[in-house]
């Protein structure tokens, strides 16, 4: 029996945002940007506020980066496709995504989805540049490279909102689920002001990632079968 999706479309873009907001890529990038933030601005009487610009305009790189992808893949896909057959592709790689995804925790090593590697450097540079499109650069790219990580999150939904909405109604819905990405970004860089707080966040994150991983790819699953009920 067909899920009502008028009742389900919402909640599932709100819970896929906030949980691709904890994707580890862009948490853990997020985090070594605070810390080497912190280093640079921490003998500055306006620290806080020159922290808190900084990482702001960084995420604001990602948001910008992930509506426009989300934005141009859905603009595609309503422009070729009026059936489900999309809707259904893209619940399938969603699972196979989240899969994968899951093997880090079982399988540590070999394939996985993460940045890759080529990219680190050129992040770690731009990371470094202070200056506003410097920082905002860094956030494009992480936005870029953070999409194989959390990337099945993001075009499970996609499927389903170009099957269940019109164009219009599908960018306010990719609005709304990238504002819940940023929501967890946000939170810790509003906690990042107090050092022992930061370096207990890297902590959690080093020692959890392959656990944040496991749930990440078990939501990928359970949201492209929940997308294959709902057609």
Request: net charge positive.
């Amino acid at each position: 029996m067909a899920i009502d999706p008028q009742t389900l479309t919402l909640p599932l873009v709100i819970i896929a945002g906030l949980v691709d907001g904890f994707n580890p890529c862009a948490f853990a990038v997020l985090l070594l940007f605070i810390t080497f933030t912190m280093g640079m601005l921490q003998m500055q009487a306006d620290y806080r506020y020159g922290l808190m610009k900084v990482g702001s305009i960084y995420i604001s790189g990602i948001f910008v980066t992930y509506v426009l992808i989300g934005v141009g893949f859905l603009s595609a896909i309503s422009f070729f496709s009026a059936t489900h057959a999309v809707g259904r592709a893209a619940a399938l790689i969603s699972m196979l995504l989240g899969v994968i995804l899951m093997k880090d925790y079982f399988v540590p090593g070999g394939f996985g989805l993460a940045i890759p590697g080529s990219m680190h450097t050129t992040i770690n540079t731009w990371i470094k540049k202070t200056s506003a499109p410097g920082v905002f650069g860094a956030g494009v790219l992480v936005g870029l490279c953070t999409v194989p990580c959390s990337g099945g999150i993001y075009l499970a939904v996609i499927g389903l909102l170009s099957i269940q909405t019109t164009l219009a109604q599908g960018i306010l819905y990719l609005l709304i689920y990238n504002l819940m990405l940023i929501v967890p970004l946000v939170a810790v860089l509003l906690a990042s002001s107090n050092r022992v707080v930061v370096d207990k966040m890297v902590a959690w994150q080093s020692a959890n990632k392959k656990m944040v991983r496991l749930i990440m790819g078990l939501f990928m699953v359970a949201m492209g079968f929940v997308i294959l009920l709902m057609i």
